[in-house]
């Protein structure tokens, strides 16, 4: 799993005086023994942040986790930082690429085998209120992960290529391109096999009701080297010019069904992108790596490019639920050629699959939604009360009941400040297997952020009921923060 990042967990507050100095030394350790390319330092201030002293069992700061593992408590020399670090990280890296195997394919076989059997049987999986999803709902959901954090790109990448190798998707590849795998074939033969398959596997999903894009083009052919174009793609169509591209999962994707059908590593990384300034997606495919060197799949920002995207992000949620809202309420299209609602085993397959990969990158789904709730949240200084009739507002909205990102929405008040919010039909779920695992840790983050938006207190949310879980809907328990 070479893209998998690891992650070191950083955190301190501002009463700390060895935070400032081990933080510095653990960026000095990590860029001198392993660079900054694949570990990430994600620095949490407690004070803001009061939902982890608990969650992460939190004795002294400053406190650093790797992977899921404390390795610094408190004050330590810079030998010993050295020392836990390396151990945490190489333990963290052998671990993780083990789980993303497990975990995430559990719910990309359970969505896949039930897509093929709501096409066959014609049955749905979520009856009353059927099983699409408007596609700006995918694009918040991806959007909210981007912003948070510049290796959410490599962990997008990861589960569409895992996806692509353990979906569904390489047989009807072989259906729309007999020639492809010729073991008399040489490699490049079957690579442009490929991506005359590719060209038409859009069309071919969206007639058995994907509509993930419209259609493919191959513009560019040779010697193991292609260029693809995609045209109004669920993920990316009609997201506002960004500076980077967002189609991570479909890259990823391309890569994995290439692998599995040309058993060879194929590299792929998207040029263009509606996030970019264009109107389709462009990917370069490649059997070399050095095809595509020197344009990385992640863009590598700069302090100032992070707190800039930190700036806009606000702006462009409010863009996607405009859009959303014209397209849902008012008629007014997103995607010309094909509808804009797409399946969701789509969603399911792109997002709620990252939860599986590991328990980190499920925290930061959470931490995704929450600064979506945080946005969505139309009302502040509210009692709470007040904000809970806000929130059951918003999700019975005629705009979340008609995006199919779930039907009804319940509450039901329990002691004090606690309550439970009950969901039917949840895109991110339904029709998951009992795995053991709750699986909507995205919604879980929205209604966090909301009422913290509107009340200005902590609250935590735990799934508490889910189809992952053995049930037919989903419950959250959502209670005030001890320490806010
Ligand atoms: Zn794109
Ligand atoms: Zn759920």
Known sequence: MEEVPVRVLFFKSKSCAFCAPVERMVRKAISRLF???????????????????????????????????????????????????????????????????????????????????????KERIRRNIGDYVHISNLQLATISLLSLDTTAGNLLYSIGKLAGKTGAFTGLLYDIEPSLGDPYASVEKNFRSFLIAIDRFHVKQNELGVFDARN?????????????????????????????????????????????????????AERNCWGLGASYCEFEISLSEGALEGKKTTPHLTKKGVEAREESFGRLIRTLTRNMTQSVLEGRRIRVGISDYTHIMNLQQQITSIKLADPVAGFFLRLAGKRLGRIIAPKEHLSVNEAIFELKNYMNSPLSLMSGIHSNCNIKKGDGESFIVTVESCAFASGQENIGVSLCEFEAGVIEGFMEKSTGKSYSSKEVECWGLGQQHCAFQVEREKFS
């Open 216 to 268: 493919a083009e191959v513009v560019e052919e040779d010697k193991g080297y292609g260029r693809i174009r995609i045209y109004e793609s669920a993920t990316a169509t009609g997201v506002p010019v960004i500076g980077e591209p967002i189609c991570y999962f479909t890259a990823g994707m391309i890569s994995g069904l290439a692998e599995a059908i040309l058993g060879e590593t194929v590299y792929v």
């Open 35 to 121: 660079g900054d390319e694949l570990i990430t330092v994600n620095v949490f201030d407690v004070d803001e942040h009061n939902e982890l002293v608990d969650e992460y069992k939190i004795t002294s700061l400053p406190y650093v986790i790797v992977g899921e593992v404390p390795v610094i408590s408190g004050m330590a020399s810079e030998k010993e930082i050295e020392d836990a670090l390396m151990r945490g990280i190489l333990h963290s890296a052998s671990s993780r690429a083990e789980r993303i195997e497990v975990g995430a394919k559990q719910v990309f076989i359970e969505a896949n085998l039930n897509f093929v059997e709501s096409i066959n049987s």
